[in-house]
């Protein structure tokens, strides 16, 4: 079982610019959630999505927004970048019911420059 | 609001030693509590959670619901046990189900 694989690892991207970020579950998990951790700082919680559904969202703007499938992959899509938004963007995923019990990814560096 | 604390940035021990990372959270709700950990070059990692009770590489952590806090010790720390820590907070059950809250993490450094 390879885990919570998340794609592109690195990106580069230009402010102003529109970036989407891919995220495939660990095997037998149908939760995803997303976080974005700058740099020395904890994860923050972006939102979390269960059955196609945005369930849980935490204090972002709405550039930020997701979509899972039915796959139970999901992805992550941001708008009009800004300079802060240069971060590492982790996905975790676990079965519905298990609270804070996540695997997460290794991550993707979103760089806006 | 979900607030966790961690205040020690870094962390040194010697190897042998006994070792303890503060956590400290502010829920008005039922919490879950949690430290992940994160070794070098590798993904961030579920290291216990309060409600299984349970010793995983020596770790204990025990929750104060008195003093808020969810400190995570070890009697006698192993230079393997250099990594970053994060102490995290869920809600059990109620609107802010599934979120976690991080704290800012602290570096341990087991010195041989």
């Known amino acids: 079982d390879a885990g919570v694989t998340q794609s592109p690892t690195h990106l580069i991207k230009t402010r102003g610019q529109q970036v989407t970020l891919r995220c495939s579950p660990k095997?037998?998990?149908?939760?995803v959630s997303w976080y974005q951790q700058a740099l020395g700082q904890g994860p923050q919680f972006i939102f979390q999505y269960y059955e196609e559904e945005e369930r849980q969202r935490g204090n972002f703007p709405d550039r930020f927004s997701g979509h899972q499938f039915p796959n139970y992959s999901s992805e992550l899509n941001v708008n009009a970048l800004l300079l802060g938004d240069s971060a590492l963007y982790l996905c975790a995923s676990s079965p519905m019911g298990k609270s804070g019990g996540y695997t997460f990814g290794s991550g993707t560096r979103l760089t806006v420059v | 609001a979900q607030r966790v604390t961690q205040p020690e940035k870094l962390l040194s021990v010697f190897k042998g030693a006994p070792v303890e990372l503060k956590c400290n959270y502010s829920?008005?709700?039922?919490?879950?509590l949690f430290w992940y950990v994160q070794y070098s070059r590798q993904r961030l990692q579920l290291l216990l959670r309060?409600?299984s009770r349970e010793s995983i590489k020596g770790f204990t952590a025990d929750l104060n619901k008195g003093e808020t806090s969810f400190h995570l010790k070890k009697p006698f720390a192993q230079e393997e046990d250099s990594a970053m820590y994060y102490c995290a907070l869920g809600a059990a059950g109620g609107t802010s189900y599934g979120k976690l809250t991080f704290g800012q993490g602290t570096i341990l450094t087991v010195h041989p």
């Open positions: 309060h409600i």
């Open positions: 829920y008005s709700g039922s919490p879950e």
């Open positions: 095997s037998g998990h149908d939760t």
